[in-house]
């Protein structure tokens, strides 16, 4: 996949309020060299992370333990990365994400552009709702917002830029790399992962798209859970129908794939459970071509399900399963999946496949599960920004998996009745959170950089 190379800063503007996305000429004219690499190196952690956490002796021993496609050498020379122009860095469920430099700082962050906000009224609360969520996050594990670009006259306002963090990489890449991938390293990844989702639950939001490509990782490890397009919050009618355009189709859970009108952040614990068994095997776990043959697979390494778990299933899938012949359950074989799959972590791995929601674990229990002890203290021991050194040790947080400090609130998405409106409200929402913080930016629509990036 080539991406077009282009030089382009993000400049905060004068009083008069002329800000610019321009060609950096510091950097010197494209560069047509970058294609090739375009994800696997990047700027160096932000300052004060340790740069190999994980590389604490253990089994694997020394800096061997970071995988090495989105490690950076331990030098203070910056790498080829860091020098690298503004470029695009991928494409979520909804928009597009690129590669920029914060000129307020120059610091290489991630610019998205929210596309097609004010379409119609149903494209107008999907964004707000991402927007708002994206404000809302305040934990290391989740993606969120770091700023805002500055809107024009509401008139002229047609699309949103969020500014978040620049992440190296992200888990789909890890996996398919030739990089090892250790029991450190999967214990680590899953600590974060289940982290971040008992956060996003205790906040009453559900994902819905959890998959590896949706896990972002830095070369120190640390990982964020992103792209809140499909996130909504969770509904507590029984009642209240459901989509179930959500989840990629290999992440699926079950009673999302049996047709279940209601669900809960169950589908998201489903979710991790197979991100855990692919971190495991390298491979994904139930990778089928239709939704039915999805269901199949899972009903081959679960067995066939009593009658009490598809109680929420839709008639027809309910008598596709039972006019199957009885499958017994085989779960011996993520024993097979690689000498990783300790009883352990196979122990986990079932408490989180398990084809009733009501009976899986909750993500906030599974974090209490013996596997990921070892996980928690690697974090917490040089990741994390909870806790901290002093001369004489290591000072812990209380809380090592602290909740959402409030629910997220949604209420507002019922007195939006039309797309003007909720241009006013997202504009307003836009200016407020501005208001006090850093000089804002915003884009100079006439610059290369920018006609590149929109096209
Ligand atoms: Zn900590």
């Known amino acids: 996949f080539l991406y077009p190379a282009v030089c382009g800063n993000l400049f905060p503007g004068s009083e008069l309020g002329h800000k610019y996305f321009c060609v950096n000429t510091s950097t010197g004219t494209p560069s047509t060299g970058l294609s090739a690499t375009p994800c696997l190196t990047g700027p160096t952690a932000p300052a004060g992370t340790p740069r190999h956490p994980t590389s604490l002796g253990g089994s694997t021993g020394g800096g061997a333990a970071v995988p090495q496609p989105y490690s950076n050498p331990a030098s203070e020379v910056p790498s080829p990365a860091e020098m690298e122009p503004d470029r695009p860095i991928g494409y979520g469920a909804f928009g597009v994400v690129w590669s920029v430099t914060d000129p307020r700082d120059g610091r290489k962050v991630a610019l998205k552009k929210m596309p097609n906000v004010f379409q119609n009224l149903v494209s107008c609360k999907r964004v707000f709702r991402e927007l708002r969520?994206?404000?809302?996050?305040?934990?290391?594990?989740?993606?969120?917002?770091?700023?805002?670009?500055?809107?024009?006259?509401?008139?002229?306002?047609?699309?949103?830029?969020?500014?978040?963090?620049?992440?190296?990489?992200?888990?789909?890449?890890?996996?398919?790399?030739?990089?090892?991938?250790?029991?450190?390293?999967?214990?680590?990844?899953?600590?974060?992962?289940?982290?971040?989702?008992?956060?996003?639950?205790?906040?009453?939001?559900?994902?819905?798209?959890?998959?590896?490509?949706?896990?972002?990782?830095?070369?120190?490890?640390?990982?964020?859970?992103?792209?809140?397009?499909?996130?909504?919050?969770?509904?507590?009618?029984?009642?209240?129908?459901?989509?179930?355009?959500?989840?990629?189709?290999?992440?699926?859970?079950?009673?999302?794939?049996m047709g279940s009108r209601h669900y809960g952040s169950a589908i998201d614990v489903w979710s991790v459970g197979c991100i855990f068994a692919e971190l495991l095997g390298r491979r994904i776990l139930f990778q089928a071509q239709s939704p039915i043959q999805q269901l199949d697979l899972i009903t081959d390494l679960l067995g066939t399900p009593p009658l009490s778990a598809m109680a929420s299933a839709c008639e027809g899938a309910r008598a596709h399963i039972l006019r199957g012949p009885h499958k017994p359950p085989s779960l011996s074989v993520l024993y097979m999946l690689s000498d990783a799959a300790t009883h352990e972590a196979v122990h986990l791995l079932c408490r989180m496949l398990v084809f009733d929601p009501a009976k899986r674990i909750s993500g906030s229990d599974a974090l209490s599960h013996p596997y990921l002890d070892e996980g928690r203290l690697r974090y917490h021991t040089c990741m994390c920004q909870c806790c901290y050194s002093v001369p004489s040790g290591r000072v812990y947080t209380r809380d090592f998996e602290p909740p959402a400090e409030r629910p997220f609130s949604h209420s507002y998405e019922n007195s939006l009745l039309s797309v003007w409106q909720g241009k006013e409200l997202i504009h307003r929402f836009i200016t407020e959170h501005q208001q006090g913080k850093r000089v804002p930016l915003c884009i100079n629509p006439q610059s290369a950089a920018f006609k590149t990036f929109i096209r």
């Open 133 to 257: 969520m994206l404000c809302f996050f305040k934990h290391d594990n989740v993606l969120s917002a770091l700023d805002i670009l500055q809107p024009p006259q509401i008139d002229c306002f047609e699309e949103i830029y969020v500014i978040t963090e620049l992440m190296q990489s992200d888990l789909h890449k890890v996996i398919v790399s030739p990089q090892p991938l250790t029991t450190d390293h999967i214990k680590v990844f899953l600590y974060q992962i289940l982290r971040g989702l008992k956060y996003l639950h205790s906040a009453g939001i559900l994902h819905r798209d959890i998959k590896p490509g949706n896990l972002l990782v830095n070369s120190n490890c640390l990982l964020k859970i992103c792209d809140f397009g499909l996130a909504r919050v969770e509904e507590p009618d029984p009642s209240r129908h459901m989509t179930q355009e959500v989840v990629t189709q290999y992440y699926r859970a079950p009673e999302v794939l």
